[in-house]
């Protein structure tokens, strides 16, 4: 049996890649890159990077969610810190010509997190920023002021779509679309969060009426709030049930 011979393989990589979700004034925004190196230098992109030899997969996303966006990363089992975003991994991406470099996987995982500030630039990007899902997954590309329109950079569109698609599931059988508001919020935060997501427009009344009678949703604070202008609204906080029965079925578009 002839030794082991790590010459005798090709070059491959692990990257870690993040789709990183939340909702800014009304709408499904993700953070998007713009590349200030090679490959694809000038595009968009979704934030990530290497996974460095000393570290797992969940520690790359968490210190790429901290670089990119200042966030910590739960996983939904322990509450959720003021800086803290839900993180979890989304699939894997192996297309052999997807790096255009060496032979590289990507690992890709979804974070979602309330209204977040602008994003400061970091490590290989030129700039960043918050842009409506729905115009980086337009099929011409993502354009910005001036730039010339061009797709996401990598296979990143498609990362991107599969994120989206994660993030509008999961809101119907999970208690995730809290995910996106603060600790304390009231119902109609929260059905904008579901109008954002889902793209679509919900009746107030019924949707008050599925998510205040879903066992475990949603726990009354005893507070109230004017911030949304009007009467006082009752502030909500999540409950503790992670699966709603009955689901909140996306309406047929």
């Not at 979804?110 to 602008?118: C, F, K, Q, T």
Request: glycine share 10%; net charge negative.
């Amino acid at each position: 049996m002839s030794p082991y011979d790590p010459s005798a393989f090709p070059p491959f990589a692990v990257t870690v890649d993040l789709v990183v979700l939340t909702v800014r004034r009304h709408a499904l925004c993700a953070l998007a890159v713009r590349r200030g190196e090679q490959p694809f230098q000038g595009r968009w992109a979704l934030p990530g990077g290497f996974v460095r030899d000393d570290e797992d997969l969940t520690a790359a996303a968490a210190r790429e969610l901290v670089e990119e966006t200042g966030l910590c990363a739960h996983d939904g089992t322990s509450p959720a810190q003021d800086n803290g975003a839900h993180l979890e991994q989304l699939g894997t991406y192996g297309d052999p010509k997807r790096d255009p470099r060496m032979r590289v996987v990507s690992v890709a995982h979804l974070a979602l997190a309330p209204d977040l500030p602008a994003p400061r630039a970091g490590g290989d990007a030129h700039s960043a920023r918050w842009a409506p899902v729905e115009a980086l997954l337009n099929q011409g590309g993502y354009e910005r002021e001036d730039e010339l329109v061009a797709p996401l950079a990598f296979d990143h569109a498609q990362i991107l779509a599969d994120g989206v698609e994660r993030a509008r599931s999961k809101i119907e059988y999970s208690s995730l679309a809290t995910a996106f508001c603060p600790p304390e919020f009231t119902v109609g935060e929260l059905r904008r969060v579901y109008e954002a997501v889902w793209g679509v427009a919900l009746d107030p009344r019924n949707f008050h009426r599925k998510v205040t009678g879903t066992p475990g949703f949603l726990v009354p604070t005893g507070g109230t709030t004017t911030r949304q202008g009007g009467r006082p609204a009752q502030l909500f906080r999540a409950g503790g049930a992670t699966l709603l029965n009955p689901p909140m079925l996306r309406p047929e578009v």
